[in-house]
């Protein structure tokens, strides 16, 4: 059902985007090359959905739209909170984005930060997939930019060089590698913690040299990125927090397209969406900890907390949730906890 109720989402974004672009695609001529964006390579499901797209969108508009993957977000010299307006301003033509990094600029998107919202899989999909996520693409639609697909960057985790993390005192003093979100900040303030926030491309030298004691994120990138060997021996296991990646075309592009174009262009990036999500997954399902177990084998020590454990977590950042919700919009704050309710 939800994704029948996506797919009509999509459907429905792609035929007022349709509308709403009246330019002829003869008005302008196709780009020898567009410039997609991304934080991280190919070694990650993150940038690998973003190659994957790429390959798709060749393939279906038989090498009409050629497309460039540039990872590292590279075209803003590697500062994440700069991408989408970038977008917005033409300067990257595509983006595989985090909800983190275009936060700043689009409040509403903090709304997947809140510490302890998402408490598994289903209720991230309850989102993305539901009301919550139809919203939020209408926002993204008046920003510039036609976004199409939901992608996964997965629950992020807490790791650290120093010791195990069980309690909200073990955080504290602790410095702390985090992204550009104020969210980020006063969530590990509220903890005790000494954060800093640094781009991906600084983070893990800080760790290797100790600039920094640890960082939070997904167990795919913890693997990939080997954040073992800078010294991040010690896991815990946390979710306070999931991390929804958006496929997204610059408006201006996308006008640029034909209609088959834009057509192929979408169902490239729903498909890139759902295998990367898989991907994002795999290992860390119910009944699967490949992942973790290959974490382990690398010499990490990993904290798996108990719900009294969690809920000590929850209690210390509450005040963040609240303050945030206002934020955010207390109406749409309200609207995913009841999904996630129903799930």
Sequence with gaps: MQKRRFNALIAGLFA???????MPASAQQYKDEYKLS?????AFPWGWGAKRWADLVAEKTEGRIKIKVYPGT?????????????????????????TINWSPQVKELNLFALPFLMPDHKAIDALTQGRVGTK???????????PLAWGENGFREVSNSKKPIRTPDDVKGMKMRVV??????????????NP???????????????????????????????????GQKNLTLWGYVADPLIFVVNKNVW????????????????????????????????????????????GVAVVRLSDAERDAFRTATAGVYKEWAEKIG???????EEDIAKR
């Design 16 to 22: 007022s985007a349709a509308l709403g672009f009246s």
């Design 38 to 42: 991304t934080v991280l390579g190919e």
């Design 136 to 146: 939020m693409f209408e926002i993204l639609a008046e920003r510039d930019v036609v």
């Design 330 to 336: 207390a109406d749409l704050v309200k609207q995913a």
């Design 196 to 230: 800093t926030q640094m781009s991906w491309a600084d983070a893990q030298p800080a760790m290797a040299t100790g600039a920094v004691d640890g960082q939070e994120n997904p167990l795919a990138v913890f693997n990939a990125a080997k954040l073992h060997t800078v």
């Design 74 to 98: 590279s075209l803003v010299s590697g500062d994440q909170t700069k991408e989408f307006t970038a977008l917005r301003q033409g300067i990257i033509d595509m983006a595989v984005g985090s």
């Design 255 to 298: 006008n640029s397209w034909s209609e088959a174009d834009r057509k192929a262009v979408s169902e490239a990036a729903q498909q890139a969406a759902t295998e990367e999500i898989a991907r994002a997954r795999a290992g860390i399902s119910a009944g699967d900890d490949a992942l973790l177990k290959e974490i382990e084998a690398n």
């Design 180 to 193: 550009g979100s104020p969210l980020f900040l006063a969530t590990f303030n509220a903890l005790g913690a």
